[in-house]
C-alpha cells in the first residue's frame, strides 16, 4: 500500500493537511497542560547572607552605604544592606566591608544558589548598586543566616613616634571616625622622651573597632595581630606604631622608678641644675631632679655630674621603659627643660647614688707661697657643695727651695659606684690625681694613701748617714749636732753626729792624665741623722718619698738647708 495515494490521503484514509491540523492542535494541548500542572518543577527561592570587601571607596561614597540600602533592580525587590564596617585604606580613601541579604533561587540537582540567573559563591564578585551608589567588591563569606557582621572592639596598646607637637594634642578620648563612623577610641595616653628633641615616644591604649574575617582580626586594610603596625588619622594628627599588647594585657602600666645617672656637661649647664628641676612634655611631667652632686670635669670649664632622678616610665613586658629606652645599668637617658638639656648614663637604679666620706693621702709639690696659704680645715667647695676638705698636713722641703712638697690627708666626698669610690670622673685609687682648690689656691696630687690620711706603713725613727759634699768651710761650720727639721710641729729629722773631710777635686793634665787632689778650701760634712721614716713592705719612705742609699735628699734645719746623698741606712 502506497504511503500516499492518488488523492493525498495518508495511506488512504486521512488527508495529510488534516493529519497535519490535528498535529498542530495536540501541540497545543500539550504545551496547555504543562503549563497548567501544579505538580510541574520550578526554580526554588532562598536566602542567602553574603560579606562583601568592597575594598577602598571614597569617604562620599562610603557615607552612602548605610544598614537598610535596599538594590532595587527592575520588577525585583531582592538585596538589602544589613550591617556595614569602614576603616582606613590608603591615602584619604577608606574600606568598606558589607553584609547583605540576597533573595535569589536553588538550581536544579543542586546547582549553587543563584541571582538574577547569575551563580553566588564566595570569591566571585557582587555589585551593589542603589539610586545613590554603585560599589563592587568580592564575596567572603556566604551563609544561610546572619545579618551581622562578626566586629569586635579590641583594646591594643600601641607604642610608636609623634612629632613634640601632636604629642600635645593627643589625649584620652580622642576618636578617629572613617566615613562618619567611629573607627578608634584613645583610651589612655602615656607620653615618654625619644631620641631627639623634635619628637616624642608614644604609648596609647585604643579601642579599635574590627573586623573577624577567617579567624583574623583586621582594622580596614589593617591586620590587627602583636608586632604588626597600625596607623590612624585623627584629623590634626596621626598616630603609626607597633601593636604591642591587645585585649587585657594593652592596658598600660606606669611607675616611678629612681635612678642615679652621671654626666659630664659644661659649667653654664652645671650651674642651672638644681633640685625639683622636672623635664615637662606637654602637661605631663617625666622626670624630676632629686639632687645633684657637682665634681670637676675632666678638662678646664667642664664638670662632672651626679644626678639622681624620679623618673615616669611605662611597663612594658614586665620591663620598666623611659621613652623608647628600658632601664638598665648603663642606658643613656635625656633630661631637658626650657634652659638647658643633658644626657646621663643610669649608674644605679632603684636607689640614690651612695655617696661616702673617703680618707685618703695625697702628695703634692707647691710654690713655698701656696704651702704657706694651706691650712687644716681649708674646704673646697663646688657647685655649692663641700666636696673634699684638708684634715691633716706636712710640708717638706724640695731641691727647689722655691718649693716644698705637701703631704695632705684629706676627706673626700666620694660616689660609690660598682668599680669602686669615684671623685669625680676619677676613680679614687692609689696613684690616681686628685684637684683642690679654694678660693686662695689650686693645686692637685697623687694619692699615695687610702683609707687614711697618711701613707701606708708603720712610723718609726732610721738612723741614716748623709754626705754634704763639696761645701765651703763657713757652710760646713754652720751644719750643727742637735739641729731639727720639723714639719707641724712635729720632728722629722735630727743631726745626731757630725765629722769633715777635706774635700777632693780631680784635675785633668795636659796630657789628659786624671788626678785627685785634696780641694784647697772646701770640705766634705759626714752627717748621722735620726729620721722619722715610714717603714712599708717597699722599703723605708722619708718626707712622703722613698729612702734608699743613693738618695738625694734635702734637710731644712731653718737656719740652713742641707742636700746631701745617703750612703748608709
Not at 498535529?23 to 504543562?34: P, R
Not at 591604649?205 to 574575617?213: D, F, G, K, P, Y
Not at 583574623?216 to 586594610?221: I, R, S, V, Y
Not at 611597663?315 to 635625656?334: A, C, E, N
Request: no cysteine; aromatic share 6%.
Amino acid at each position: 500500500m502506497e504511503l500516499i495515494d492518488d488523492e493525498g490521503r495518508l495511506f488512504g484514509v486521512v488527508n495529510v493537511i488534516d493529519a497535519l491540523v490535528v498535529l498542530l492542535v495536540l501541540a497545543v494541548l500539550i504545551a496547555g497542560v504543562a503549563l497548567l500542572n501544579p505538580f510541574a518543577t520550578e526554580a526554588e527561592t532562598a536566602e542567602r547572607y553574603a560579606t562583601i570587601d568592597l575594598g577602598e571607596q571614597q569617604p562620599f561614597v562610603a557615607e552612602q552605604i548605610t544598614d537598610g540600602d535596599v538594590m532595587n533592580p527592575p520588577n525585583a525587590r531582592n538585596v538589602t544592606v544589613t550591617d556595614v564596617h569602614v576603616g582606613p585604606a590608603a591615602g584619604t580613601n577608606v574600606s568598606v566591608t558589607a553584609r547583605v541579604r540576597i533573595n535569589g533561587s536553588l538550581g536544579e540537582d543542586g546547582e549553587p544558589f543563584r541571582y538574577r540567573g547569575d551563580g553566588v559563591r564566595q570569591g566571585g564578585q557582587f555589585t551593589l548598586e542603589t539610586a545613590a551608589y554603585t560599589a563592587s567588591g568580592t564575596i567572603t563569606r556566604l551563609d544561610t543566616e546572619g545579618a551581622a557582621l562578626d566586629t569586635v572592639t579590641r583594646q591594643v596598646r600601641l607604642d610608636g613616634t609623634l612629632s613634640s607637637t601632636a604629642a600635645q594634642r593627643l589625649q584620652s578620648g580622642d576618636t578617629v571616625t572613617y566615613a562618619g563612623r567611629e573607627g578608634a577610641t584613645v583610651e589612655t595616653v602615656y607620653i615618654g622622651p625619644n631620641g631627639d628633641s623634635a619628637n616624642r615616644r608614644a604609648t596609647a591604649t585604643i579601642s579599635v573597632e574590627t573586623l573577624r574575617q577567617s579567624g583574623d582580626l583586621t582594622f580596614g586594610d589593617q591586620s590587627v595581630k602583636l608586632g604588626q603596625s597600625l596607623s590612624l588619622d585623627f584629623g590634626e594628627y596621626g598616630l603609626s606604631g607597633t601593636i604591642k599588647a591587645i585585649g587585657d594585657d594593652a592596658e598600660i602600666q606606669t611607675e616611678t622608678a629612681e635612678v642615679s645617672v652621671v654626666t659630664t656637661v659644661s659649667g653654664e649647664v652645671a650651674t642651672q641644675l638644681e633640685a625639683g628641676d622636672t623635664y615637662d612634655l606637654g602637661p605631663a611631667t617625666v622626670a624630676t631632679i632629686d639632687s645633684v652632686t657637682q665634681y670637676p670635669g675632666p678638662s678646664n670649664g667642664q664638670r662632672r655630674l651626679y644626678v639622681d632622678l624620679s623618673l615616669d616610665t611605662v611597663i612594658q613586658d614586665g620591663d620598666r621603659y623611659f621613652g623608647p629606652d628600658q632601664l638598665s645599668i648603663g642606658t643613656s637617658i635625656p633630661f631637658r627643660t626650657a634652659e638647658y638639656s643633658f644626657s646621663g648614663t643610669i649608674e644605679t637604679i632603684g636607689e640614690p647614688a651612695e655617696t661616702n666620706t673617703t680618707k685618703v693621702a695625697l702628695e703634692t709639690t707647691v710654690s713655698n707661697t701656696v704651702a704657706d696659704t694651706i691650712e687644716i680645715g681649708d674646704i673646697f667647695e663646688f657647685g655649692g657643695q663641700s666636696i673634699a676638705s684638708v684634715q691633716t698636713m706636712d710640708v717638706y722641703p724640695t731641691g727647689d727651695d722655691s718649693t716644698r712638697r705637701v703631704l695632705l690627708g684629706m676627706d673626700l666626698q666620694t660616689v660609690t659606684r660598682d668599680s669602686g669610690a669615684y671623685f669625680g670622673a676619677d676613680r679614687v685609687t692609689l696613684g690616681s690625681t686628685i684637684p683642690f682648690e679654694t678660693d686662695a689656691y689650686r693645686l692637685s696630687g697623687e694619692v699615695i694613701g687610702r683609707d687614711a690620711y697618711v701613707p701606708n706603713g708603720s712610723v718609726t725613727t732610721a738612723t741614716i748617714s748623709v754626705k754634704v759634699a763639696d761645701v765651703e768651710p763657713e757652710f760646713a761650720d754652720g751644719i750643727e749636732v742637735g739641729m731639727i727639721e720639723e714639719s707641724m710641729g712635729k720632728t722629722t729629722a735630727e743631726i745626731v753626729d757630725k765629722r769633715t773631710e777635706p774635700a777632693s777635686i780631680i784635675l785633668t793634665s795636659e796630657s789628659g792624665e786624671i788626678f785627685e787632689r785634696t780641694h784647697p778650701r772646701n770640705e766634705d760634712v759626714y752627717l748621722t741623722v735620726d729620721a722619722t721614716v715610714r717603714e712599708t713592705p717597699d722599703g723605708y719612705q722619708f718626707h712622703a718619698q722613698s729612702l734608699k742609699e743613693g738618695d738625694t735628699i734635702t734637710l731644712d734645719f731653718r737656719t740652713i738647708t742641707v742636700r746631701g746623698t745617703v750612703t748608709d741606712i
